[in-house]
Nanobody
Framework: QVKPVESGGGLVQAGGSLRLSCTAS????????VAWFRQAPQKEREFVAA????????YYSDSVKGRFTMARVKFNNTLFLQMHNLEPEDTAVYYCACDVNDLYIDYDWHAWDYWGQGTQVTVSS
């Protein structure tokens, strides 16, 4: 069983940057598509970014495209989400997730198999 562990959240002013990390505490991400989702209070969990296990292609939601970058460092089994030009609307708990069953990236959070505990990102205006 894969257990993602997130880190790197915090409080930042609008326009600032943060980098989130996701590591696998047990086993590895080798068989996973890996994604970041986020959930703000009173809102549905939403897709942010993902990286494919097939070819390391990356996918982004329209709301973060051009501001966020996801990357994988294979030798230490870690993934990063670099976030620039943060906006108050980016405030949420950010979750790292692994999908081992689907052939392609699924933007619906229900399809993902393993989840971390989440890390809070707060952007002040």
């Amino acid at each position: 069983q894969v257990k993602p562990v997130e880190s790197g959240g915090g409080l930042v002013q609008a326009g600032g940057s943060l980098r989130l990390s996701c590591t696998a505490s047990e086993r590895t991400f080798i068989n996973c598509h890996v994604a970041w989702f986020r959930q703000a209070p009173q809102k549905e969990r939403e897709f942010v970014a993902a990286i494919s296990r097939n070819n390391d292609d990356t996918y982004y939601s329209d709301s973060v495209k051009g501001r966020f970058t996801m990357a994988r460092v294979k030798f230490n089994n870690t993934l990063f989400l670099q976030m620039h030009n943060l906006e108050p609307e980016d405030t949420a708990v950010y979750y790292c997730a692994c999908d081992v069953n689907d052939l392609y990236i699924d933007y619906d959070w229900h399809a993902w198999d393993y989840w971390g505990q989440g890390t809070q990102v707060t952007v002040s205006s």
